[in-house]
């Protein structure tokens, strides 16, 4: 049972990626995904979270209207997608699963390793 982000980068100011959450040996649809990221020195975040149906969607106030989280089920993956990149969006991305979202946060049964995203000119 795992999850694992991939799509981190070094990416300019204004610039967009996607980050995606692959998940083998449980099937995601019976789980809320939630994405957070931490700085070194700082608490890890939560930044987005998605219910299991996809239905909601839940966002942390500095990134709403930036980041869209989204999920394809039978690709067993949920994505987030982040435009206007920020210097301080520069962190390590991770994902977790969980039974529900507690807003745009959870708790996190399973997490996945992490993806570094770099934002700087």
């Known amino acids: 049972v795992q999850l694992v982000e991939s799509g981190g980068g070094l990416v300019q100011p204004g610039g967009s990626l996607r980050l995606s959450c692959a998940a083998s040996?449980?099937?995601?649809?019976?789980?809320?995904i939630g994405w957070f990221r931490q700085v070194p020195g700082k608490e890890r975040e939560g930044v987005s979270c998605?219910?299991?149906?996809?239905?909601?969607?839940y966002y942390r106030p500095s990134v709403k209207g930036r980041f869209t989280v989204s999920r394809d089920n039978a690709k067993n993956t949920v994505y987030l997608q982040i435009n206007s990149l920020k210097p301080e969006d520069t962190a390590v991305y991770y994902c977790?699963?969980?039974?529900?979202?507690?807003?745009?946060?959870?708790?996190?049964?399973?997490w996945g390793q992490g993806t570094q995203v770099t934002v700087s000119s």
């Open positions: 998605i219910t299991g149906s996809g239905s909601s969607t």
């Open positions: 977790a699963a969980d039974n529900y979202c507690s807003g745009y946060g959870m708790g996190g049964l399973v």
């Open positions: 040996g449980f099937t995601l649809v019976d789980y809320a």
